[in-house]
């Protein structure tokens, strides 16, 4: 595999618009350089008998039945708001008449 040259990482940072310090574009191609080599070891492994999957941990919907619960927490409610009249919250007017 080549090493990841200055150049590169230069042409890759003006691309997704960074401004990189000389520090930066050197921990950045070896950092890059890491990455690859990762990828390197993990192309060796064998998968074709693996199903293809979207996530590692299967996920499945926990549903439970609606059900209708009385609350008498009218007053409390109202009260958070900014502003009431009545049983309702009060609310600028957005339409014209």
């Known amino acids: ?8 990482v230069k042409k890759v940072a003006q691309l997704a618009r960074l401004e990189l310090n000389e ?6 191609a070896e950092q890059l350089e890491k990455i ?9 492994i064998e998968t ?3 199903p293809c999957t979207t996530r590692a941990i299967e996920v ?3 549903f439970r039945k609606d059900e209708k ?18 049983q309702y919250f009060k609310v600028p007017k ?3 008449d």
Not at 36 to 41: A, C, D, F, P
Not at 77 to 85: C, V, Y
């Open 60 to 62: 499945v919907n926990v």
């Open 23 to 28: 520090g930066e574009i050197n921990s950045h």
């Open 36 to 44: 690859l080599e990762y990828i390197k070891q993990l192309e060796k």
């Open 94 to 96: 957005i339409m014209n």
């Open 1 to 8: 595999m080549t090493k990841i040259t200055k150049e590169e």
């Open 69 to 86: 619960k009385n609350s008498d927490c009218t007053e409390e409610l109202l009260e958070l708001g900014p502003s009431r009249e009545d």
């Open 48 to 50: 074709d008998d693996v």
